[in-house]
């Protein structure tokens, strides 16, 4: 285990974006102690970060993981802020999804 402590959110680097994320404590144990365990190179504009909130989205995630220092739960941090997530999960069309909804029906039924 590293013993580098997350300091500051390190994704992503275009300017526009960076207000979009936010660092985040351990949800298991409340924790702010962390060690990267994987750099992410997630760096989209705003408009592709929404679209990654497709169903039939090809997107890649590529956030950072970090380690809990304290009990070892590897998470995302940072990640995208509760507005953006919410965002792309309103304002995101999806029209493969919505095309294949008669299929998801009749496997459903």
């Known amino acids: 285990m590293s013993s580098q402590a997350l300091a500051m959110p ?5 300017e526009e974006t960076s207000e979009m994320w936010e660092e985040v404590p ?8 962390a060690s ?3 750099q992410g190179t997630t760096d989209q504009d705003t408009e592709k970060l ?3 909130y497709c169903a039939s989205g090809n997107f890649v995630s590529k ?3 970090v380690e ?3 009990c070892g739960l590897v998470y995302t941090s940072p990640r995208l ?7 792309g999960y309103t304002e995101t069309e ?3 999804y919505v095309s294949q909804a008669k299929g998801r029906i009749l496997s459903a039924s």
């Open 50 to 52: 929404l679209k990654s």
């Open 68 to 70: 809990c220092n304290e």
């Open 94 to 96: 999806d029209p493969t």
């Open 36 to 38: 990267v365990k994987y």
């Open 26 to 33: 351990c949800n298991l144990c409340g924790s702010r102690n």
């Open 63 to 65: 956030e950072t993981l």
């Open 81 to 87: 802020n509760r507005e953006m997530i919410l965002k």
């Open 10 to 14: 390190v994704v992503p680097t275009h």
